[in-house]
């Protein structure tokens, strides 16, 4: 099932969002955190996480690092639940439903939790099978073009704290 995300879908954090979502949602912000949106995710903020991704208007990088929050929030709220599926998180039903509106934007988070070259279930994550589902709706329907070309995008390739300012 091994399947390279094309360069054009990939994206990192950005520092100047890092720096804005703590401040807007009142995270802490270190310069040596490493993995900042799995760091703050909170499963207790879910619903501020979420409140924020739908009614703040947020920048697409912005939109990009709050859905790796909430994401990795479904990831703990499904470990800490005695449900026997993931359809029946309802903190999932939300997060797919956001990540489906916007399935572009999403493709490089869908990949990585998809962990498309894990064969062992312990070496996934329990939202790992719907991400896959996710990246097979992708790959299937056409909604992204899977095929790489020279349309770099700087802004969606720079990780965080390369050549950004803080501000």
């Not at 009614?55 to 990088?61: A, F, I, K, N, V």
């Not at 909604?143 to 803080?166: F, M, Q, S, V």
Request: glycine share 2%; aromatic share 8%.
């Amino acid at each position: 099932m091994s399947e390279e995300l094309p360069t054009k879908l990939m994206r990192h954090p950005t520092r100047r969002a890092i720096v804005t979502l703590a401040k807007r949602l009142s995270l802490p912000f270190e310069a040596g955190m490493q993995d900042w949106e799995i760091e703050v995710a909170d499963s207790d903020r879910f619903d501020d996480f979420l409140q924020s991704y739908v009614s703040d208007d947020l920048s697409t990088d912005e939109k990009f690092l709050l859905m790796s929050i909430l994401v990795q929030c479904v990831e703990d709220l499904a470990h800490q639940s005695d449900a026997e599926a993931m359809s029946e998180l309802h903190a999932w039903l939300q997060v797919k439903f956001l990540l489906e509106a916007d399935l572009h934007l999403h493709a490089s988070t869908i990949h990585y939790w998809a962990c498309l070259d894990e064969l062992c279930d312990d070496n996934k994550f329990l939202i790992s099978t719907e991400m896959r589902q996710l990246w097979k709706q992708i790959t299937r329907t056409g909604t992204i073009k899977i095929t790489d070309h020279d349309d770099w995008d700087e802004d969606r390739h720079n990780p965080a704290g390369l050549d950004e300012d803080d501000e």
